[in-house]
């Protein structure tokens, strides 16, 4: 029986002489489709023989220095180089090539410096502004707790399967009665929408939709950078806003071994590095701020020292 090629990998047929001749359309380097020719002592050995143009690490440092004339962001650059080695990874996983000559180009190098979380004072005055707003109960986990976006959009109340999964996150009195009005905000919303509530099956979801169903993270990231332009703060992502954890339970006088669970850092040393670092900034801040800008989450103002 012939063997035969994939649609598109091109003929293979005998010359004369006793040599394999082997034909393909491919496209170069420009982008033009050419047809390349190689040839081969046996069907096999042809069909082995690369038709396209070699690939080597000078074309892949002239394009990046391309796309960095072109002005293209370092972190555009950093994901294209990182999305090519993987292809080619893939393709060495394949057996079509035998290195990954990405591998020998160096990665743009890309500020990881991505701002600093709010300050207590800027946490507060953000929960202060969205308490009337049906995500504030969402906002209190991130900023409290420290809880990233995915755990507080799938947090539900049911038996979890592992050990681990059962580990209990300490939380200051205040946020249980948020979550508390966030159930009896639900059972509101749940009435008003009649027969249009649908909750997905197995699930009974604190943070759900109007109509019950999950909410979509890059939908929840918007409603939080709204939340922060109407609150006048300086704006920050979700992800770094979770960050300003540590510097709240410093504020709250939070215990460093309670504290220590809920940053979940494994060293007590880690929780002590944190409560260090702003302890200088809240000594001079907390002396100026409203009571009632303090008595919005519920706590005390810690004393004058």
Sequence with gaps: MAKRRPNGGGTITKRKDGRYMG??????????????????ATWDETN?????????????????ATLRREEVGAATRFEVLRVLRNALNRAMREELLTRNVALLVDM???NKDKGTAWSAREAITFLRSTRAHRLYAACVPVLVLGLRRSEVLGL??????????????????????????????????????GQHWSQPEGHDLIFSSEHGGMI????????????VKRAGV???????????????LAFLKVRPKVAQAVLRHSQISMTLDVYTHVAHRLTAAVRHWSPSLVSTMGVKRPPDR
Excluded: W
């Design 23 to 40: 034909r393909a359309y491919v496209t170069d380097t420009d982008g033009n489709r050419v047809r390349k020719t190689v040839y081969g």
């Design 48 to 64: 082995e023989k690369p038709l396209t143009t070699k690939l080597t690490p000078a074309q892949l440092r002239a394009l990046m």
């Design 108 to 110: 743009p190098k890309v």
């Design 156 to 193: 539900v109340l049911k038996d979890l399967k592992t050990e681990s999964s059962q580990a209990v996150l300490p939380i200051p009195e205040f946020c249980a009665r948020v979550l508390e009005e966030r159930r009896e905000l639900q059972e509101l919303e749940q009435k008003i929408a």
């Design 216 to 227: 979509d993270p890059t939908g929840f990231s918007r409603s939080f950078d709204r939340l």
């Design 234 to 248: 300086r704006r920050i992502t979700v992800r770094l806003a979770r960050h300003t954890c540590g510097t709240l």
